[in-house]
């Protein structure tokens, strides 16, 4: 392969590369290309045009002509030959050996342009493939997966190679870590046509001989080796090798950890493991902005290597809904959350919301398991619906079944308490008596056992591009546990990665279902309660920054709308008319008022089917742009509201920027036209002046975007927005 390449070396002078040597190149573009494309031919190229250094400086380069912002190359005559020779050799490492290049430089505003000529001519086809194993180690479908060159199609020497690559790794992966692949191409004198043949010699089965560490100091050789779990004897996998370096850098008491092994004739691979160990104290300190909690801060302890044995103690402390009453209905802040509008939303909503908790954890507790303890304290929102206080403990024990397949058996014991107004009891638990509801209000236990199934094959955590990872949850919650909220609850969840094109194809299923049980009313002091009475926190939800992006937190799924008695009075009611005595009478038809008048409450689901599909394209440097689809179907048995699912599918996009902390994420959802008929409840006082919640016997025919204002108020209605860290999926 190499005298081809040497006899490339001839290659023509440019024109007039003398004169033009050294001026600004303006422009950069290629003619006659046809099999392959221009944006992989600049790749492998010296020579580039004048541009804007980053995007996000793209109004800086139209309006300045700075060198801070713009690229301003200058014209190497010598590799501008060299680059005709790389573009040939690159053809002829693509199959085409007779391609011919051939560049033109031109003035052109006040500059160079420079153009390569590329005739392609006929590719250099493969006739046959013949593919050997010297042992029947990997099966046909495996051998294909490698994605040699198959006959009609060009002799492409780089996808050979990455073929040879491929093939080698999936021996690797079964232990044959001396494999060897050859691979020869015959080609035929007039060069049109070759002849493939792969060799696959796998070699001798290998195992680990021994496996030695060096460079710890305070973390023992036993804690490292636990980690490792790595054995003499067992069989060489490359995969068991790189999940032992992964576990190493979980622990996070290593800043670097490398595997070696020997090369050697013996099968038996002895493994030196080189550490270097990181702080064992860490204090972590940060701060953010969101769409749901607006501002929040967060601060972190970490006790690494705690009294040995790599044992860990975390305590950390976060705070959240900082600057709500001065930032709710303003900006972004406007539409993410579904408090209603300002002078309607529960001040209970924009308090700070807080948790703080301490976790001791040890890694490795005989051999594949690992074992954490915690107790924990919070203040929490569910937007729109309920703050939820809770203090507890939990125990969770870990099995690692395999590489990045985990199996977890929870217990947590917690006493919590709602923070809801008489209305969230009267609309979700049925209850509307102020008795029943202080009893509802006051401090319940919620202690479920569960059992918690996860997968990761994923390549990245933060940014994954390939790969996929499931989940699978069972909660049980009884008397058995000590739990007053009594229920048996399953979600599962899968995602998957691909790359496609110039970007990554990803997708996300996820469902759930619920049941109460008839003995928690009596648990909970309301012995006439319905079956479905359930905590909040474990009913199902849609709608948000990492669900169906077109609506706001929660806000598809079942629902009521409040109102206040005052804007059914003062609504147009020449037609039906709404009086005192027909709100107190819950005769008066809600219609009359507008869809801006009502504050949607959800209500939360027992069943959930929710999918997304996006496409992230990278543009270079730090930016990421995406469109998607979402949608959700969840399901409202056993409630008081109009019977069915809440569905619904929502298209949309965004730009991620790739900080140190994670993508940050900016989603714009697009909100369908829907109109569905949901429960009114509005409120009024008695003889002794005490509110009386009253629902309305008609029901609201409710459109979020409504038809008032002008195009543009109804165009942003539809739209919803999310400011977010991390991916949604």
């Avoid at 870990?398 to 308490?417: D, F, G, H, K, P």
């Avoid at 995602?495 to 279902?513: E, K, Q």
């Avoid at 006082?685 to 009253?694: A, F, K, P, R, S």
Wanted: hydrophobic residues 40%; charged residues 20%.
């Amino acid at each position: 392969m190499i005298g081809p390449c040497v006899a490339l070396l001839a290659a023509p002078p440019i024109y007039a590369q003398d004169t033009y040597d050294g001026e600004r190149v303006v422009s950069l573009a290629f003619n006659g290309v046809q099999n392959l494309s221009a944006k992989e031919l600049r790749t492998v190229i010296i020579t580039e045009a004048s541009g804007c250094k980053s995007i996000l400086y793209t109004p800086f380069c139209l309006l300045l002509n700075s060198g801070t912002f713009e690229r301003k190359p200058r014209l190497n005559a010598d590799e501008l030959a060299r680059d005709q020779l790389r573009i040939r050799v690159h053809y002829w490492r693509a199959g085409y050996r007779h391609a011919e290049v051939q560049a033109r430089v031109q003035p052109s505003g006040g500059g160079v342009a420079v153009t390569f000529d590329i005739a392609e001519g006929e590719p250099t086809i493969v006739e046959s493939v013949e593919v050997v194993q010297l042992d029947s180690v990997l099966p046909e479908n495996r051998v294909r997966t490698a994605n040699i060159p198959r006959e009609g199609e060009p002799l492409d020497i780089i996808a050979l190679d990455s073929a040879q690559i491929r093939l080698r790794a999936m021996l690797r992966e079964r232990g044959y870590a001396d494999a060897v692949v050859r691979d020869t191409a015959l080609v035929s004198g007039s060069g049109d046509a070759a002849e493939v043949r792969v060799e696959i010699d796998p070699g001798r089965i290998a195992t680990i001989a021994s496996v030695d560490v060096v460079g710890n100091e305070d973390v023992s050789e036993r804690t490292i080796l636990r980690l490792l779990d790595l054995h003499p004897g067992q069989l060489f996998l490359s995969e068991d090798l790189m999940e032992a370096q992964r576990r190493l850098y979980r622990s996070e008491l290593f800043r670097h950890a490398v595997m070696e092994v020997q090369e050697t004739p013996d099968s038996a691979k002895p493994v030196l493991v080189e550490v270097r160990e990181a702080p064992f104290r860490a204090v972590r300190v940060g701060a953010g902005v969101n769409t749901v909690d607006f501002v929040q801060a967060e601060a972190r302890f970490t006790r690494y290597n705690w009294y040995g044995t790599a044992r860990r103690l975390d305590l950390r402390g976060a705070i959240g809904n900082l600057f709500a009453s001065q930032l709710y209905g303003r900006g972004m802040f406007s539409s993410a959350t579904p408090f209603g509008v300002a002078e309607t939303v529960d001040d209970a909503f924009l308090q700070p919301t807080w948790q703080v908790s301490a976790e001791l954890s040890q890694p490795w507790l005989f051999r594949r398991n690992s074992i954490a303890a915690s107790v924990f304290a919070h203040r929490r929102s569910v937007p729109g619906v309920v703050i939820d206080r809770g203090i507890g403990s939990s125990l969770t024990l870990t099995r690692r079944i395999e590489n990045r397949v985990n199996a977890s058996l929870t217990y947590r014991y917690e006493r919590t308490q709602l923070d809801a107004g008489g209305l969230y009891f009267c609309v979700n638990f049925g209850v509307c008596r102020q008795e029943t509801i202080g009893a509802l209000s006051g401090s319940q236990s919620l202690s479920p056992l569960w059992l918690s199934l996860t997968a990761d094959r994923a390549d990245d955590a933060l940014e994954p591009s390939r790969g996929w990872t499931a989940s699978l949850d069972a909660e049980h919650a009884s008397v058995a546990t000590a739990s007053d909220f009594r229920y048996n609850r399953l979600s599962a969840e899968a995602t998957f990665y691909s790359p496609f094109g110039p970007g990554v194809f990803a997708a996300r299923i996820r469902g759930g279902w619920v049941r109460g049980s008839a003995s928690t009313g009596a648990a909970v002091g309301v012995p006439d309660a319905s079956d479905m009475l359930l905590h909040p926190r474990k009913q199902f939800y849609s709608g948000g920054s990492q669900s169906v992006r077109g609506y706001g937190e929660n806000q598809l799924g079942p629902r009521i709308l409040t109102i206040g008695p005052d804007l059914l009075l003062s609504a147009d009611t020449t037609s039906t008319g709404c009086t005192e005595g027909t709100i107190a009478a819950g005769t008066c038809d809600p219609n009359v008022a507008s869809a801006d008048d009502f504050v949607p409450r959800p209500l939360g689901g027992n069943s959930l089917i929710e999918g997304s599909l996006e496409y992230r394209i990278p543009l270079g440097g730090l930016f990421t742009v995406a469109a998607f689809v979402d949608g959700a179907s969840v399901g409202d048995s056993g409630l008081d509201v109009p019977p069915g699912v809440r569905q619904a599918i929502t298209p949309g996009f965004g730009m991620r920027y790739r900080s140190p902390i994670g993508p940050v994420r900016i989603d714009l959802g697009i909100r369908p036209r829907l109109n569905e008929p949901v429960p009114v409840i509005t409120q009024i006082e008695d003889e002794n002046g005490e509110l009386q919640l009253v629902r309305l016997t008609t029901p609201k025919q409710y459109d979020p975007i409504g038809s008032s204002g002008g195009f543009f108020h109804r165009l942003f209605s539809r739209l919803q927005l999310h400011l977010s860290i991390g991916e949604a999926f």
